[in-house]
């Protein structure tokens, strides 16, 4: 842990500080489905062809390609219909020539076949048929491995497993696949005036916005949220609470209660551990911070500020690349792209400024004000404008690097 300072932290320090005390989570065998959307942890090779026999593109009759080579609707070939072969269905191991076999799609093709007549060409016999059209030698066969051979990577360690790749491991018969599971991130928020939403609210009490927030961020992260919800201002009652919650948590994250206020509960009951760090980041919105372990089993958890910008800027800037490299994923960090903007913008120097925008064809508009509790216009924002520190204003037409909020990577 980074010792408790005065001077904020840069946010590149923070974030290395954080990644440099973070370790994968471990490897295991996954079922495929819940494999959906992990990076997998090995590279996957073949066990067998692809497809793993010749069979049929087409229903139809297979046949000796020279017996019908100079078939023609005004000369059509006749040939004896001397067995059928349904897919999963295979009796017939050989055919002779002279003869014809009624094959369905997918069904291994006989011996001796070299091409396949779709019924389309055909007057479809069952015991004769009179075929109007010649095939061209070896059309509408799938051959063994043309697809994919033994030996072949099918998926490569660290891509990220999608449908298809799904689907390719299954057709391969890998009822399997090595991955780290998905983090199970611990989310509460603090504040006696919280309620949940759907509850009456009082005079002084707001909805818990920020814990339904975080959890969805988790969850598109690639995490599994558990969402406590609200947790009094009280040490007692959050200390109890945190500690319940330890049990099925890699990640902690805790809203509100980190500030200088009498009544930030989080750092109150946090800062006499010695394992948790407590301090300022030079970013705006999103200064005040907390990282650190805590139990033990030493849980990671993030102490982000109460505000709802800052909690959720926080939540990108520092959460998520823990969660990535948690996961092995990488990039960590949400990549930058260069876009122009639209309007001027002012910024404090010393402080890197996270400015919602609306992103569109390199062109991002700074939307809402500064204010960190303006989470209409947070709604709004598709990106993250990056002020560097030491920039103290911004032109229009000014070029800047953005962050895509919506964008996967």
Known sequence: MPEQTTAPLPVAEHVARILDAVEPLP??????????????????????????????AMDGYAVVFKDVADAREDRPVHLPVVGEIGAGQASMLAMSPGTAVKIMTGAPVPQGCD?????????????HVQIGKAPTEGQHIRRAGED??????????????????IGLLAASGRPTVRARPRPRVVVMSTGSELREPGMALGHDSIYDANSYMLAAAVRAAGGIPYRVGAVPDDVRGFTEA???????ADIVVTSGGVSQGDYDVVKEALSGLGTVWFGDVAMQPGKPQGFGVVGDEETLIFTLPGNPVSSYVSFQAFVLPALRKLQGRRPYERPSRTARITHGLRSIPGRQQM?????????????????????????????????PAETESLAPGDTVQVLLLDQEF
Do not use: K
């Open 27 to 56: 490897v295991f065998d996954q079922p495929l489905l819940e494999a959906l959307d992990l990076p997998a942890a090995e590279d996957v090779t073949a066990p067998m062809a692809l497809p793993s026999f010749d069979n049929s």
């Open 355 to 387: 400015v919602r925008g609306q992103y569109d064809a390199s062109v991002v508009t700074p939307v809402g004000g500064h204010g960190s509790h303006l989470i209409g216009d947070l709604a709004d924002a598709n990106c993250l404008v990056v002020v």
């Open 242 to 248: 945190l500690t319940d919650q330890l049990v099925r």
């Open 115 to 127: 091409a396949v007549v779709p019924y389309e060409w055909t007057d479809r016999g069952v015991a």
């Open 148 to 165: 994919v051979r033994v030996g072949d990577v099918l998926v490569s360690e660290g891509t990220v497993l999608g449908p298809r790749h």
